[in-house]
């Protein structure tokens, strides 16, 4: 048997390290440079979606034997709507960084494995395909699951995001919801350190926001965050993403190609969450590849919690300022507390279980 995986990414070096810790050693081509060339961001794992694990990196270690080490713990998140603001206090999760930084999450396991890691890979899948008896299929995105007739795309959103400067609590992450700011999507502040933060707005690509130009829902939002903080936060670094896929696999494994991170559809289309759904896969598809399980039921409980994810995202686009104002208003206070704090709840399959009826509804009486 011998190995290749496509990307090294999170799930590329993930699967990398689990198939070197059974003692198979795959080689691993990544078309960049080195591990994560590319911007520099901030990304969160937050603990309400990750049930039934609350401490992930926790789990990622004592289970799988992958150690990271995030920026912080997160203990609070502000979530404010137009109208209406809630403030968490809990154990919530972690921010980390992602990109080029030497303590990134993929640069952090990166230094984790031993295998070959090809750079400047200009292999392709079919290349692979033909001079290995295995491909992991880690690249990031859609493209190859969706060339091979092996992708559900359910939307698509565009993104904006800067670094910037000022003075952050690095225990803290804000977030917005407030439609005319964002339609139908968000924006948030992830502190890097308590000197530079990441702040990021994203809409999904649907009719409703047909002609909404990202650029000018930029200049708002960076003043109303300013405002918030009170504080200039000059910009140092930008990226602009257009139309980023975001969908499923319909088969995790075909013959012996294994569809991993986001190429499986490890992106969660609620929020964008996908880091450790990512990890998963890559670990997953290596337990396959060593007899230690299938890799499709393995999957399956991910598979579950992305269908969840995408009823909460289409029950977003059903709403307007109000209802996301009424939310907030109830996340403030005792319902918040209980969502965030009691470990044993999912809120994620709970609220798509709420909201799958009114989505259904509301889609019907649209079409
Ligand atoms: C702006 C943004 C913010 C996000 N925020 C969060 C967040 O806060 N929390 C969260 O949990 N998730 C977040 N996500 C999602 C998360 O980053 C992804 O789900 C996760 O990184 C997917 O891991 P992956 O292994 O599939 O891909 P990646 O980690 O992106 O790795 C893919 C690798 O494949 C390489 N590659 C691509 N094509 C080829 C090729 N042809 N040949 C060889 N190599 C190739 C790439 O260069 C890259 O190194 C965010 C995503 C974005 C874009």
Redesign the pocket.
Same mark, same amino acid.
């Given at each position: 048997m011998n190995i290749a995986i &496509?990307? $090294?990414?999170?799930?590329?070096?993930?699967c990398a390290i689990t198939l070197e810790k059974n003692g198979v050693q795959p080689t691993i @081509? /990544?078309?960049?440079s080195k591990?994560?060339?590319? =911007?520099v961001?901030?990304?969160?794992?937050?603990s309400i @979606?990750t049930r039934p694990v609350h401490d992930c990196i926790a789990s990622l270690s004592e289970q799988f034997g992958i150690y990271l080490q995030p920026v912080s713990n997160i203990q609070q998140m502000v979530i404010m709507s137009k109208n209406e603001k809630a403030i968490i206090e809990a154990q919530l999760g972690f921010?980390?960084i992602?990109g080029r930084e030497e303590d990134s @999450? /993929?640069a952090q396991l990166s230094r984790q494995v031993k295998s070959p890691i090809r750079f400047h890979? /200009?292999?392709?899948?079919e290349q692979l395909l033909a001079n290995y008896t295995h491909v992991v299929l880690?690249?990031?995105?859609g493209?190859?699951a969706k060339k091979t007739r092996n992708f559900r795309e359910d939307l698509t959103v565009s *993104?904006k995001?800067a670094t910037v400067e000022g003075t952050f609590d690095r225990y803290a992450v804000m977030s917005w919801i407030d439609y005319d700011m964002a339609p139908f999507g968000y924006g948030?502040l992830?502190p890097l350190s308590e000197k530079e933060a990441n702040i990021?707005i994203?809409i999904p690509d649907i009719p409703s926001t047909r002609g909404v130009e990202l650029e000018h829902l930029w200049g708002p939002f960076h003043q109303k965050v300013q405002s918030e903080l009170s504080q200039p936060l000059p910009i140092t670094d930008q =990226?602009q *993403?257009s139309k980023?896929p975001m969908g499923i696999c319909r088969s995790a494994r075909i013959g012996n190609t294994f569809y991993?991170?986001?190429?499986?559809g490890? &992106?969660?289309p609620f &929020?964008? =969450?996908?880091?450790?759904? $990512?990890?998963l896969?890559?670990v997953y598809a290596a337990y396959d590849l060593c007899g230690l399980g299938s890799y499709e039921e393995l999957t399956a409980p991910l598979r579950q919690s992305y269908e969840n994810s995408l009823v909460l995202r289409r029950a977003m686009e059903q709403m307007d300022n109000p209802d996301v104002d009424r939310i907030v208003r109830m996340l403030q206070g005792y319902l918040g507390e209980k969502l965030f704090q009691t470990k044993r709840l999912n809120p994620l399959k709970l609220a798509s279980y709420i909201m799958r009826p009114y989505v259904k509804y509301k889609q019907g009486v649209t079409t």
């Open positions: &496509m990307g $090294a990414g999170l799930s590329g070096l993930a @081509f /990544e078309k960049r591990v994560g060339d590319r =911007f961001n901030g990304e969160v794992l937050l @979606f921010t980390n992602r @999450f /993929e890979s /200009e292999e392709t899948y880690a690249t990031g995105d493209e190859y *993104i995001g948030y992830i990021v994203a =990226f *993403i980023y991993a991170g986001n190429c499986f490890s &992106m969660m &929020m964008g =969450f996908g880091q450790y759904i $990512a990890l896969t890559g």
